[in-house]
């Protein structure tokens, strides 16, 4: 089983409506999650991190963790065409320094106008 | 956030040769890493570039074929040394600040 593992997708979305990005995690006692936007040709760009069970909500986006499943989600309300890009969900290593995520390989959103 | 400055953003390089990348931070940061992109695929750490220190490697990566610097707390390079097409990459630079990882721009390196 791959550690982080995403739908590559491309998931497509008309404008307006509600994006659903999933991930799922392999070690149960992974603690901090991360949600990344990359466009194409361009590095990551951190949306959002989540660390507690529930939900949490920045603008029109709200990240979902969900430990006892290891299930992590990122939905992003009103979807417009700039949020057409790859999303990366990224688990903190156990054991592993600040830096040492574990990458998902991303679910490619499409928003369509 | 951290702004990361990364140079050369993309170069082609010929099978057998080296190259430095380097990374840049406005700012002082604690930690630094280097990532590997490969076509298609998402992101592996390569390493943790220690100030003063030896860097630190992950499973799969070696001193020999990415030697790292950090001469201080805010500037870092990496090498890619005796290439192969295989090192056909983008290879990011992040940095660490208040529990959040930033990336740099990126550097494309295609290897013939």
């Known amino acids: 089983q791959k550690e982080v593992e995403q739908n590559s997708g491309p998931l497509s979305v008309p404008e307006g409506a509600i994006a659903s990005l999933n991930c799922t995690y392999s070690?149960?006692?992974?603690?901090?999650f991360f949600w990344y936007r990359q466009y194409s040709g361009k590095s990551p760009e951190l949306i959002m991190f989540?660390?507690?069970?529930g939900d949490k909500e920045d603008g029109r986006f709200t990240a979902q963790l969900n430990k006892a499943s290891q299930y992590v989600s990122l939905l992003i309300r009103d979807s417009q065409p700039s949020d057409s890009a790859t999303y990366l969900c990224?688990?903190?290593?156990?054991?592993?320094?600040?830096?040492?995520?574990?990458f998902g390989k991303g679910t490619k959103l499409s928003v369509k106008p | 956030s951290a702004v990361i400055s990364q140079k050369p953003s993309r170069d082609i390089c010929q099978r057998g040769t080296s190259l430095t990348i380097q990374c840049q931070v406005d700012?002082?940061?604690?930690?630094m890493f280097w990532y590997r992109q490969q076509p298609g695929q998402s992101l592996t750490l390569i390493a943790t570039?220690?100030?003063?220190?030896?860097?630190?490697?992950e499973s799969g990566f070696v001193i020999d074929k990415f030697p790292i610097s950090r001469p201080n707390l805010t500037f870092s390079t990496l090498t890619v040394s005796n290439m192969s097409p295989e090192d056909s990459s983008i290879y990011l630079c992040?940095?660490?600040?208040?529990?959040?990882?930033?990336f740099g721009e990126g550097s494309r390196l295609t290897v013939l």
């Open positions: 070690d149960r006692g992974s603690q901090s």
């Open positions: 992040s940095a660490g600040l208040t529990g959040e990882l930033f």
């Open positions: 570039a220690n100030q003063g220190s030896e860097a630190t490697y």
């Open positions: 989540i660390y507690s069970n």
């Open positions: 700012s002082q940061v604690t930690m």
């Open positions: 990224a688990v903190l290593k156990m054991g592993g320094s600040q830096g040492n995520l574990i």
